[in-house]
């Protein structure tokens, strides 16, 4: 069994919340056997006015001072975890990269001080610092807090994603070499992040199995006479949307819900207007249960671009867990997934494997289902995680490191 350790999460997106997330739910999984500090989302003074008008959620007291910024957490599974709101920051992202650098110096400094007082009163040996998919702070941290080790969790291509693509692609390039490995969520990311890092390992999205698995044994006593195709996570540029139209218009009879947020206008003007179609909003994971136990299919419908390429579903092991057929286009490498999976991309085709997984599947194809979802739980992937992180204690040489093709 591994010595527990004592881990800092810098993460760039909060604890609570309304959707699962990948660092959140592996934090989780590695809290009963490692000491975790998470340091939640840097929220910027801007952030702080809008949480202070009721506009967006805000710990407006801990991030001012005004109330202990610390606190311990009891998780789903037993475990405590300690989450630490960290001082409100300047708003930067919009600056010149020169002026963005210097007061991102400032910001983090200032973390640094505050975040130096918290530390002894949670543990006293040095700490692993796991950067989630934060190099604009994690570049002016490196190596400020005593840390042993720091690994790079990046589970995006960070250049594609416009609200932190104009620091954060430059940042993560000068961020990558001085870290001692990168740990990615696809094959994918991690071919494109080993060009800077050789220290290259791949961890795929779990599922939180014990939660979505429920969803099977609701179904048996949940009214499914409506026939409903479901899309479960965030609604955006990803999904095409031709494709979509298309089966709207071809399955007139058959709901398609949309379970999550919208964060592109199009999806909704241009389906919004199909009386077979029903946006639901985010709501937190317990509550999915019984929103996917009313499912009979699950689609993962993205366009194939160089986005959708890096991408390894959250969602495809939590339809999965809950029992339900997936229909998906082959926008990424999935051949994990052949067996459980139709992968259809011309849209008359994916009308018709729609139409056969309505109509059921057997209670055999079911368990196989059931059995990838469970073997790809997230307490696996924490495993996974853990003798990563052994290897990178033992050996921080290159050549003493597995290389990447052999992962």
């Known amino acids: 069994m591994q010595d527990r350790n004592f881990i800092i999460c810098i993460s760039q997106t909060s604890w609570e919340g309304v959707f699962q997330k990948t660092i959140v739910q592996l934090m989780t999984e590695l809290a009963p056997r490692h000491r975790v500090l998470f340091v939640d989302y840097q929220y910027t003074l801007k952030d702080w006015i809008m949480g202070l008008l009721g506009r967006v959620q805000v710990p407006l007291l801990e991030a001012v001072r005004l109330k202990n910024p610390l606190n311990r957490k009891t998780l789903a599974n037993g475990a405590q975890l300690y989450l630490w709101t960290p001082p409100v920051s300047l708003p930067v992202n919009w600056m010149p990269d020169r ?35 934060n190099p604009v702070w994690g570049l002016p941290m490196l190596g400020k807090l005593n840390e042993k080790a720091t690994i790079y969790y990046c589970f995006d291509e960070i250049t594609i994603e416009s609200w932190i693509a104009r620091h954060g692609g430059r940042c993560e390039k000068e961020y990558l070499p001085k870290v001692d490995a990168v740990v990615t969520t696809s094959v994918t990311l991690r071919s494109a992040k080993s060009k800077l890092q050789p220290r290259a390992f791949c961890v795929k999205n779990g599922a939180n199995y014990d939660l979505f698995s429920q969803a099977r044994e609701l179904a048996l006593t949940t009214d499914r006479s409506r ?120 849209p008359a085709a994916f009308v018709e494997v729609l139409k056969k997984a309505l109509a059921g599947v057997s209670d055999e194809r079911v368990e196989e289902f059931i059995e990838t979802a469970a073997s790809n739980s997230w307490v696996h992937r924490a495993e996974e995680f853990e003798g990563i992180m052994q290897q990178v204690f033992n050996a921080k040489l290159p050549q003493h490191i597995t290389p990447v093709g052999q992962i």
Not at 107 to 133: G, T, Y
Not at 298 to 303: A, E, K, R, S, W
Request: hydrophobic fraction near 45%.
């Open 99 to 133: 002026w963005h650098d210097r007061f991102m110096k400032w910001n983090a400094n200032r973390m640094l001080k505050s975040l130096r007082k918290v530390i002894p009163l949670i543990d006293n040996q040095p700490p692993l610092v796991v950067n989630a998919f």
């Open 227 to 346: 026939p409903i195709v479901g899309y479960l996570g965030t609604a955006d540029n990803r999904i095409d949307l031709d494709l979509v139209e298309y089966c709207l218009q071809a399955l007139p009879q058959v709901t398609f819900q949309f379970i999550g947020r919208i964060t592109d206008e199009i999806v909704t003007q241009r389906l919004g207007g199909y009386p077979n179609v029903e946006f639901i909003k985010p709501v937190p994971p317990a509550e999915l249960v019984p929103l996917m136990a009313r499912l009979h299919v699950g689609i993962i419908p993205f366009n194939c671009s160089e986005h959708t390429y890096t991408i390894y579903p959250l969602k495809i092991n939590e339809y999965l867990a809950a029992g339900i057929p997936v229909v998906s286009t082959r926008f990424s490498i999935l051949d994990d997934f052949d067996k459980v999976v139709d992968f259809v991309n011309e």
